[in-house]
C-alpha cells in the first residue's frame, strides 16, 4: 500500500509543469563606471589632471562590450622649456569574463579585454631658451601643433557587487602606440588616458566605482 502510494506520488510530480531555469544570459546588464584613481593621484598635482569614465553591456557568454572617454591636462615648467597640453580621449573594446558564476545573481567578474584607442591632443606654442657661453643666450617660440594619438590596449581586472547594483574594481593596462613616429618633436609630457607622451608603450592602473541596470530580456 505504501508503495502504491508512493508511486502514485511521483507520477503527480511528474504531471507538475517544470519551472523555467533562470540564466544570466536572461538578463541585459548596462553598467557605468567613475574612475576614481586618477583624479585622486593627480589631486596635489599642478601639472596633471585626468578624468575618465566607462560603460559596458552585457551581451551574452560571458561578454561585454565596453566604451570608454575622458579628458585632461599637463604642462611642463623647466627653466629652458615650458609649454601645456590637453586632450580628450576615447576607447572602444571588449571584456571577456574568465570564472564561472555562482548563480544567476553572481555579477563578480575576473575579465581580459581589448582596446582601440584615440585621443585628439592639443598642444600650446612652446617657449625655449638656449643659453650657451660662446654663443650667448637665444630664446624662441615652437608653434603649437594638433596631433590625435592611436593605440590598442590589452587589460586585465576585476569588478565585485559590493551591494545591488554598485560595483568596485580595478583594471591594469598595457598600451602600445601605433603612431609614435608623429611624437618626435616636442611630445606631449602626458596624454590623459594614455601615460607619458614620449613613451611607445606604458603600464596603467584605474581604480573605478559603478552602478549598474539590469532588465529581463523578452523571451
Known sequence: MF?????????????????????????HQLRF?????????????ADRKEYGFNVDYYWKKELYFVLE????????????????TRNTFFKAGINKGILSRLSTKDWDMAFIGLRYAVAPITRSAGTYAVVDSFFGSTN???????????WVEVTGG??????????AGWNVRGKFRLNGK???????????????????????????IAYAIRWRKHP
Open 182 to 208: 608623429k611624437f618626435t618633436e616636442l611630445p606631449p609630457v602626458y596624454i590623459a588616458g594614455y601615460g607619458k607622451g614620449d613613451k611607445n608603450s606604458v603600464f596603467d592602473f584605474n581604480f573605478y
Open 33 to 45: 563606471e567613475a574612475d576614481v584613481f586618477k583624479p585622486i593621484m593627480f589631486s596635489r598635482s
Open 140 to 150: 624662441g617660440v615652437i608653434a603649437p601643433q594638433n596631433i590625435t594619438a592611436h
Open 158 to 167: 576585476v569588478r565585485v557587487e559590493l551591494i545591488k547594483g554598485f560595483f
Open 3 to 27: 508503495s502504491f502510494a508512493a508511486s502514485a506520488q511521483e507520477d503527480m510530480e511528474d504531471d507538475e509543469p517544470s519551472k523555467p531555469v533562470v540564466k544570466a544570459d536572461s538578463f
Open 69 to 84: 572617454g575622458g579628458a585632461g591636462n599637463a604642462r611642463l615648467r623647466y627653466p629652458d622649456l615650458q609649454y601645456d
